[in-house]
């Protein structure tokens, strides 16, 4: 058969392919520039062609209605080294006098037995963008607001300085030899996890994270599970939020657990 005959309109083969091609390219086009716009959720359109030109990557013009308000407060503190850290002797002094009213959930010496955060030696920074936090709404706690809500900038930079100055003692928790779970260690790069030690210590530590070893194992697991709920939603830049709802509930169990058994390291200077 030569090639005209093969291409000609009297070919049946030839029109039923051409019309098959035909209709696979515009139900392509109307799956990709109509039907999968109007199924996302979130995006607002004014019509067809508004689909298709969001589709197509055509800029929006500037739209006139009221910006879209986050759902909750976000942390108002910037993470920087200007954070308070190392702090003189009236600090010192005057966040031990402030510390008393947090014996009751902290312990007098900084550790709990409450399954409350042992903040004895807890890095400053961390324990001031906390308190800020609570006393901004931004983390919200029955016990931690009302106390956080009338202490001034000084106050929270003293009772950090305080809690960053206290030895690390060791928690009321067994210590364990158990090697350190595949999620503290390495993460899961497939799931864009990253590892908990290159934030929370053995591995490394971030400004303004704090550490973990020797926290109580509820403590950590119920942060964890708050942050995958949305319930905690005063990190930044929804850091943890992204780890945590990635993280399997065994995953969140493991770290908890491997964090709470570890004898806390002793790491700060007086």
């Known amino acids: 058969m030569s090639d005209e005959r093969l291409l000609s309109p009297k070919n049946p083969w030839f029109i039923g392919s ?32 508004d689909a298709i030109c969001s589709a197509a990557g055509v800029p929006k013009a500037p739209s006139a209605a009221e910006p879209v308000r986050p759902d909750g407060k976000l942390t108002q503190v910037v993470v920087t080294s200007a954070l308070p850290s190392a702090a003189d002797p009236d600090a ?10 947090c014996a009751i959930c902290h312990g007098p010496t900084g550790v709990s037995r409450a399954d409350s955060p042992n903040l004895a030696g807890q890095y400053a920074p961390a324990v001031y963008k906390q308190l800020a936090d609570f006393k901004a709404g931004v983390r919200v706690n029955a016990t931690m607001t009302p106390f956080a809500v009338d202490l001034s900038d000084r106050d929270m930079a003293d ?7 206290l030895p690390r003692l060791p928690g009321f928790h067994p210590a ?70 990635r993280m399997t509930p065994e995953e969140i169990d493991q770290a908890a657990e491997w964090y709470a058994s570890q004898p806390s390291t002793n790491v700060h200077t007086k």
């Open 92 to 101: 010192v002094g005057r966040g031990a006098t402030l510390a008393q009213q």
């Open 176 to 245: 364990s030899d158990k090697p350190p779970p595949r999620i503290v260690i390495n993460g899961a790069p497939l799931r864009n996890i990253a590892p908990c030690g290159s934030c929370h210590g053995v591995l490394d530590n971030k400004t303004g994270s704090p550490w973990l070893e020797g926290q109580p194992a509820a403590y950590v697991k119920a942060q964890l599970q708050a942050f995958a709920s949305g319930a905690r939603r005063n990190d930044i830049s929804q850091q943890m939020r992204n780890v945590a709802r």
């Open 18 to 49: 051409v019309g098959i091609t035909a209709g696979l390219l515009a139900a392509t086009a109307l799956g990709g520039f109509v039907l999968l716009p109007y199924a996302q959720p979130d995006l607002k359109l004014a019509g067809i062609w």
């Open 159 to 165: 009772l950090a300085a305080y809690y960053a100055y």
